[in-house]
């Protein structure tokens, strides 16, 4: 399987998905008028990934600042996939950033694990920052 990397734009994310480390990210803002025709050759992607990983291990990382509905769906068909991956013994690490100042997407990742009972590490943009930079 190929290496997928798409630069993002203002309205897509972009696509880093590894198949060789199991290292997968969205990162930037999903507001796609026509998200099937960004999502659908992803998800695909993933479904071939998924039939035929020999990865024990899989990080996928949601680092996506704004979203609509529509996104959230795709975001969620990602999130089966990689529950499917979980329960049959691959270990599925799903990492979810949200900005400190948003606590709808913060909520919504919270959702999207407690439906999918899928663990998520949640990352705070704000706390990163202060880490790496070590600001008071």
Same mark, same amino acid.
């Given at each position: 399987?190929?290496?997928?990397?798409?630069?993002?734009?203002?309205k +897509?994310?972009?696509?880093?998905?590894?198949p &060789?480390?199991?290292?997968? @990210?969205?990162? $930037?803002k999903?507001?796609?008028?026509? %998200?099937?025709?960004?999502?659908r050759?992803?998800? &695909?992607?993933?479904?071939n990934?998924?039939?035929?990983?020999?990865?024990? @291990?899989?990080?996928f +990382?949601?680092?996506?600042?704004?979203? &609509?509905?529509a996104?959230?769906?795709?975001?969620?068909?990602?999130l089966? @996939?990689?529950?499917?991956?979980?329960?049959?013994?691959?270990? %599925? &690490?799903?990492?979810?950033?949200?900005?400190s100042?948003?606590?709808?997407?913060?909520?919504? $990742?919270?959702?999207?694990s407690?439906l999918l009972n899928?663990?998520f590490?949640?990352?705070?943009?704000?706390?990163v @920052?202060?880490?790496?930079f070590?600001i008071n």
């Amino acid at each position: 399987m190929q290496h997928i990397v798409i630069e993002p734009t203002y309205k +897509s994310p972009k696509v880093d998905f590894n198949p &060789n480390n199991g290292v997968f @990210k969205l990162e $930037g803002k999903s507001i796609l008028v026509d %998200v099937e025709e960004f999502y659908r050759p992803l998800l &695909n992607w993933m479904d071939n990934f998924a039939e035929s990983t020999k990865l024990d @291990k899989i990080e996928f +990382s949601f680092d996506i600042e704004y979203f &609509n509905l529509a996104s959230t769906k795709r975001f969620m068909f990602f999130l089966i @996939k990689l529950k499917d991956l979980q329960e049959k013994g691959t270990q %599925v &690490n799903v990492k979810w950033a949200y900005p400190s100042n948003d606590a709808n997407v913060l909520e919504m $990742g919270q959702d999207l694990s407690q439906l999918l009972n899928l663990p998520f590490t949640f990352i705070d943009y704000e706390r990163v @920052k202060e880490r790496l930079f070590n600001i008071n």
